[in-house]
């Protein structure tokens, strides 16, 4: 398969530190290898602020042609979000394909996408980005020849006027709300059968779905690439004690998402503020953990989700150093592939459920099969007797305050 030959540029302002521009810098290759090409050569330059014609200076503009014609690069990708006269003139004198960051990451969302809905959200979030830029495309708008930076809208949508964008933009935002309000009317659903919901969240890349596979025995999308899960997936899943739970596994978070990402792809994040609990899944082994785990918490704060009892698990425990500080607590650190850690994992939500909830006794005749299955499935049960002498159970559990079996134990 034809791998295009990248060229990043980027400039350091002043506000940024060294760590944080060198960790944009490797995810940004990251993400060039994801959508298929590799990063021949990198080219930075420290600016007080970023040119507002040109991005890059006027220098360095001679020295990046340069790298293009010795090094056959067929893509260049700035690191930051370029406006629609800086992408004309630099594709003027240049001469070959530029995109930013934030296309480079619809791109990859638009060749990842598998559900209609997922799909929808990209075209919405690409065609968004596009509508004003149209008039500095110039060259790269006729799209000649394919490539990273050229899936989701075909030819026609983005080569026609405003207007014709504009109503699929519309259309897109209506059908998306049609899927949107049949989501809502499964959540209210699931929350009036009082299904409990653990959402996996976490920084692109660090093991969501390898660990989302080893808790519910399935075999979703698992790769050493960015973005490898979009669409969310959900499966039930039982804790050691019997209690059952759905658990869903996101899309992964990045620093410095388009904004028109974000906006589209709000519905799917709502999976995580509609939850009862979050699992954090952080790369363990990764040197810039700690920005990621940053990243992350800002995220859910945007969403309101940062309040959610959570349980931070620092994943690749096997290819991580000694010399381990956790940020998040509580948390585990383990391997998504050791099933003793899985257990361990399991166990530990259920601790942490029992220290939330309120606890019960009950003591039920066994023709009571019903609500004691009930009790065995929606509640976390840590005792379990029978009573010769008075022919019943003794349970004692762990409950959810809201929970509707409560009004039933008081009336036993």
């Known amino acids: 398969m034809f791998e295009e030959r990248i060229l990043i540029i980027a400039v350091k302002s002043n506000k940024q530190t060294e760590d944080r521009f060198q960790s944009s810098l490797e995810e940004l290759i990251s993400l060039g290898k994801t959508a298929g090409g590799t990063v021949e050569k990198v080219v930075t330059q420290k600016r007080n602020r970023i040119h507002p014609a040109t991005y890059i200076g006027e220098g360095k503009i001679a020295e990046i042609k340069e790298v293009i014609d010795t090094e056959e690069i067929d893509l260049v990708i700035s690191n930051d979000e370029l406006s629609a006269g800086q992408m004309r003139n630099l594709t003027d004198y240049l001469g070959v394909r530029i995109i930013d960051r934030s296309q480079l990451i619809l791109d990859i969302f638009a060749m990842r996408a598998r559900t209609k809905e997922g799909k929808l959200q990209v075209e919405l979030a690409q065609l968004e980005y596009m509508l004003p830029r149209l008039h500095g495309q110039g060259v790269a708008m006729s799209r000649l020849g394919g490539g990273i930076g050229t899936r989701g809208p075909g030819e026609t949508k983005l080569e026609s006027d405003r207007r014709h964008i504009s109503r699929r933009i519309y ?203 009930n009790l065995t499935t929606e509640t976390i049960i840590k005792d379990k007797a029978f009573d010769e002498e008075k022919n019943s159970y003794v349970i004692r559990g762990f409950i959810r305050q809201d929970h509707s079996l409560t009004s039933l134990l008081k009336e036993q």
């Open 171 to 373: 259309d897109i935002k209506r059908r998306l709300k049609l899927v949107v309000n049949q989501r809502d009317q499964y959540r209210k659903r699931r929350k009036h059968n009082d299904v409990f919901q653990i959402a996996i969240v976490g920084y692109t890349n660090a093991g969501k779905s390898t660990l989302f596979n080893r808790l519910t025995k399935s075999d979703s999308l698992e790769e050493n690439l960015l973005f490898a899960t979009l669409d969310p997936l959900t499966r039930k899943i039982s804790l050691p004690s019997g209690f059952e739970l759905l658990i869903t596994d996101t899309v992964g978070f990045l620093q410095e998402l388009p904004t028109s990402l974000i906006a589209s792809f709000r519905s799917t994040l709502e999976e995580v503020t509609e939850s009862d609990f979050l699992l954090h899944v952080v790369d363990g082994s990764d040197p810039d953990q700690a920005q990621q785990q940053d990243t992350v918490n800002r995220l859910l704060e945007d969403l309101g989700a940062q309040n959610l009892p959570m349980l931070t698990l620092y994943n690749k425990k096997d290819l991580g150093t000694d010399d381990f500080f956790p940020m998040n607590h509580p948390y585990m650190r383990i391997s998504a592939y050791d099933e003793d850690d899985i257990n361990k994992v399991l166990k530990k939500i259920e601790k942490m459920l029992q220290e939330e909830w309120e606890d019960y006794k009950v003591v039920l005749n066994p023709e009571n099969g019903r609500l004691i299955n």
